[in-house]
């Protein structure tokens, strides 16, 4: 099996999380991990703003995360589950991230009112 690979801290860019957050699918599921109190799989995110996303598709995000240093992977048996690395990046990189997934929960709060009143 392949390793899996997770930038230092000192090799992750600002230009490399924007990137991995550019996407609307990758901010949720990473606005999710870091929300959540336990480790995430691929399969959390199957079902994802009404719509079903293929496992090779999900894989590709995780990869983004994990490769922009967003996210730790680990195998467990078959599985990878996945963890924020917030407290890491908050060392370095401030509030910025605490910021993008407020930005990102506002907006889609916003959003999903828009499309019930219509």
Request: aromatic letters at 6%.
């Amino acid at each position: 099996m392949k390793p899996i690979s997770h930038p230092a801290l000192a090799d992750i860019t600002v230009e490399g999380l924007l990137y991995a957050l550019s996407d609307p699918v990758r901010v949720r599921i990473f606005a999710e991990i870091t929300r959540a109190q336990c480790t995430k799989i691929c399969s959390d995110f199957i079902e994802c703003d009404d719509r079903t996303l293929p496992k090779s598709t999900l894989s590709q995000h995780f990869k983004i995360l994990r490769e922009a240093g967003l996210i730790h992977s680990e195998r467990k048996g078959v599985t990878m589950v996945n963890t924020s690395r917030c407290i890491e990046l908050e060392k370095r990189f401030g509030g910025m991230l605490e910021a993008i997934i407020q930005a990102y929960t506002d907006q889609h709060k916003k959003n999903k009112s828009k499309k019930k009143r219509r």
